[in-house]
């Protein structure tokens, strides 16, 4: 399994970025995919999640400005982040865990921002000035 990422950069308080994550390596009909970030001296944390049915779940932190979709024709993940804020700088890894069974979203169940990834990309670095 390959995760790529790609699109992060340094942007101001309130710009936006799009992060996209290709993927290769793997044939997967359950699956859930996230997006997850680590600043510097914190632990990582789940952004959002997407799962092989088109639910997704989102951090609080994120809601209503990060946008997590996917386009399965070209095994690729995207964020769309708005309106960031300097706390959002962090590095941002893309990840994907097979699902044995049907996905169940949410807390839980198998795919939701706080589960354990089995296959990791290098991560793209987000840096939000003030």
């Known amino acids: 399994v390959q995760l790529v990422e790609s699109g992060g950069g340094s942007v101001q308080a309130g710009g936006s970025l799009r992060l996209s994550c290709v993927g290769s390596g793997y044939t997967y009909s359950s699956y859930c995919m996230g997006w997850l970030r680590q600043a510097p001296g914190k632990e990582r944390e789940g952004v959002a999640t997407?799962?092989?049915?088109?639910?997704?779940s989102y951090a609080d932190a994120v809601k209503g400005r990060f946008t997590i979709t996917k386009a399965n024709a070209k095994n690729t993940l995207l964020l769309q982040m708005n309106s960031l804020k300097p706390e959002d700088t962090a590095m941002y890894y893309c990840?994907?865990?097979?699902?044995?069974?049907?996905?169940?979203?949410?807390?839980?169940?198998?795919?939701?921002?706080?589960?354990?990834?089995?296959?990791w990309g290098q991560g793209t670095q987000v840096t939000v000035s003030s």
């Open positions: 990840a994907i865990q097979p699902l044995g069974v049907a996905p169940i979203h949410g807390p839980g169940g198998n795919c939701y921002t706080g589960v354990d990834f089995d296959d």
């Open positions: 997407i799962d092989s049915d088109g639910s997704t």
